[in-house]
């Protein structure tokens, strides 16, 4: 990880333990330097396929059962056969935090393509055989001074997409769009990018879901154009179990100015404060009340 990269809502603390994984590829182990999937595969030429990101916690893996409902829900939209059920894949995927050895504070990359193909194409009927599946299980956790300084956002002019066009529940390994967002914020000097819905009102960032705070309030989009976000739902019930209001609607960039804090959600980093946006600080400074109850149920969960 470069020193720029720290700077990232996905950023983490280097953990030299990475250099010796062994990372599954179809069935099979390989040392990392060695993990290689075909020019041909669908997933390198065209971006066929599904993922889901896994964050294990003292010998739990959070919401393993949500995110497996996400995986072959978008494998059966895009009509992807992953090859084996889901108590065969959790099995996989506990086979290879045990083969590296992990017990606690790693991340999980599942990735499942539709294949191998006999040349690139779009047409799914080329595929020659079954689909490429590969687990990377990296020792990941939070920055903790990422957290500290809390993020940086920038709005960008690339927009999410509507579900008509591309819907985002799909966790789809094209992410070329949020990477055009992404270039564009960090060119103005800002970390993650903050991105409209067709019409202008605020939706997620490029990667990570967003939360503006109203007084005791969380603020969120409504779900039509943002991630299916695992990180986001377990967040929501949180709030509402402890007794707090979620208001799950359409806000504009100009409400979002006058919050009074944000943060963004994600597997990784889970819940990471918001500085600025637009060059605006938030008007609570960091550390938000808000933002630092939230985080502590968030802990308290993933950690329970």
């Known amino acids: 990880m470069t020193d720029a990269s720290r700077d990232s809502a996905q950023a983490y603390a280097p953990d030299p333990r990475n250099a010796e994984v062994q990372v599954y590829v179809n069935g099979a182990f390989v040392p990392r330097d060695q993990a290689v999937v075909s020019i041909f595969d669908a997933g390198f030429g065209l971006g066929d396929g599904v993922w889901e990101g896994l964050r294990l916690v003292r010998g739990r893996i959070l919401s393993l ?14 009509r992807l056969q992953i090859g084996m059920d889901r108590q065969a894949l959790a099995g996989e995927i506990h086979r290879t935090l045990s083969v590296n050895g992990m017990q606690d504070g790693a991340h999980l990359r599942l990735m499942v393509t539709r294949g191998i193909k006999s040349t690139i194409n779009q047409d799914p009927r080329f595929v020659q055989g079954g689909p490429t599946i590969v687990i990377l299980a990296e020792y990941k956790r939070p920055d903790p001074a990422r957290k500290a300084r809390g993020l940086r956002l920038m709005t960008s002019a690339i927009r999410c997409s509507t579900p008509d066009v591309f819907d985002l529940r799909l966790n789809s390994h094209s992410r070329l769009n949020f990477i055009q967002a992404l270039n564009q914020a960090i060119d103005m000097g800002a970390d993650e990018a903050l991105m409209l819905d067709d019409r202008g009102f605020v939706a997620s960032c490029n990667s990570t879901n967003f939360f503006i705070v109203r007084g005791d309030d969380l603020w969120t989009s ?16 949180l709030w509402r179990e402890a007794g707090g209001t979620v208001r799950e609607g359409d806000f504009t960039l100009a409400q979002t100015y006058g919050a009074d804090e944000a943060f963004v959600t994600g597997t990784l980093g889970g819940i990471t404060p918001v500085a600025s946006i637009d060059g605006r600080p938030l008007r609570a400074g960091l550390p938000g009340r808000v933002t630092g109850r939230v985080d502590q149920l968030y802990t308290a969960y993933a950690e329970g």
């Open 65 to 78: 059962e949500a995110h497996l409902d996400r995986l072959y829900e978008g494998a059966n939209a895009i």
């Open 222 to 237: 409504d779900g039509g154009c943002c991630f299916n976000g695992i990180t986001r739902a377990t967040v929501i019930r």
